[in-house]
């Protein structure tokens, strides 16, 4: 682990994080995984890049695994159509890791996409208490990126 940090924020709301600890839950023992979609704030108005997940896409995990997973692609292109008619953008991409911590392994960083999309783990170790995190992936360098779940108003 790098420690190194990436210079961007992933914003979403409770309701959003709750669907992506219900979705990994839902589906332990086995990996769960999904597409989170949203909006960028203009970079001219903010000091760090921010992305806002609008969105949560819940996927089948094919792989039907505990120790991997791997999105249906008929499933996806569904998403992708969705999200241009509704034009959406994909800002990242979830899965849980079952019985490890909130950290991309070595087949998270080979199969990462695109340095401007975040991964978000999802820890099941404790499942009393699950822990989630994001980071970017960038020329195969892993980078923790602020995660932000605003708070809930009562």
Not at 16 to 34: S, T
Not at 68 to 78: I, N, T, V
Not at 132 to 146: A, F, N, Q
Request: aromatic share 6%; with cysteine.
């Amino acid at each position: 682990m790098s420690g190194e940090r990436a210079k961007t924020l992933l914003w979403m709301t409770p309701v959003i994080a709750d669907q992506i600890i219900a979705h990994c839950q839902e589906h332990y023992p086995k990996e769960a995984c999904g597409l989170l979609v949203g909006s960028s704030i203009a970079p001219e108005l903010q000091m760090i890049p921010e992305q806002r997940v609008v969105q949560v896409y819940p996927m089948i995990n094919v792989e039907d695994s505990p120790i991997g997973y791997s999105m249906d692609p008929r499933e996806q292109l569904h998403v992708e159509k969705l999200m241009r008619q509704r034009q959406q953008k994909l800002v990242g991409i979830y899965h849980s890791h079952t019985a490890t911590d909130a950290y991309p392994s070595p087949v998270d960083v080979r199969m990462s996409i695109s340095p401007d999309v975040s991964y978000v783990l999802m820890s099941l170790k404790d499942r009393a208490t699950p822990l989630i995190k994001s980071y970017r992936i960038v020329d195969g360098k892993i980078l923790e990126e602020d995660l932000l779940v605003e708070e809930r108003k009562l």
